[in-house]
Nanobody, 121 residues
Framework: QVRLVESGGGLAQSGSSLRLSCTISRSIFIGKILGWYRQTPGKQRELVATISVGENTVYADSAKDRFTISRENAKNAVYLQMNNLKPEDTAVYFC???????????????WGQGTQVTVLP
């Protein structure tokens, strides 16, 4: 079984920064697409940013110019650098991965357990 393991959430002041990290628990899996989504109570989970194995990135409008997604293939990891945080960024952030097992073609979707980010005014 493979898991996406997140870290880096917590409390932050408005205008400050946080960095989220997510690693794929088994190295035989490759993240074709890795990314971050977020969810607040009563709302649907929404895209924050994704990055492909070729490092093509997609950002939600709310994340452009403030957040940067990156990946480190040697560590099977994806990161989200969040700058100039705002109270409306408060949410549970979920790591997302379309993972393919080495030697296989078909990918499957996996989610991390979520990490809380709370931005104080």
């Amino acid at each position: 079984q493979v898991r996406l393991v997140e870290s880096g959430g917590g409390l932050a002041q408005s205008g400050s920064s946080l960095r989220l990290s997510c690693t794929i628990s088994r190295s035989i899996f490759i993240g074709k697409i890795l990314g971050w989504y977020r969810q607040t109570p009563g709302k649907q989970r929404e895209l924050v940013a994704t990055i492909s194995v070729g490092e093509n990135t997609v950002y939600a409008d709310s994340a452009k110019d403030r957040f940067t997604i990156s990946r480190e293939n040697a560590k099977n990891a994806v990161y989200l650098q969040m700058n100039n945080l705002k109270p409306e960024d408060t949410a549970v952030y979920f790591c997302y991965g379309e993972l393919v097992r080495a030697g296989e073609i078909r990918s499957r979707t996996y989610w991390g357990q979520g990490t809380q980010v709370t931005v104080l005014p």
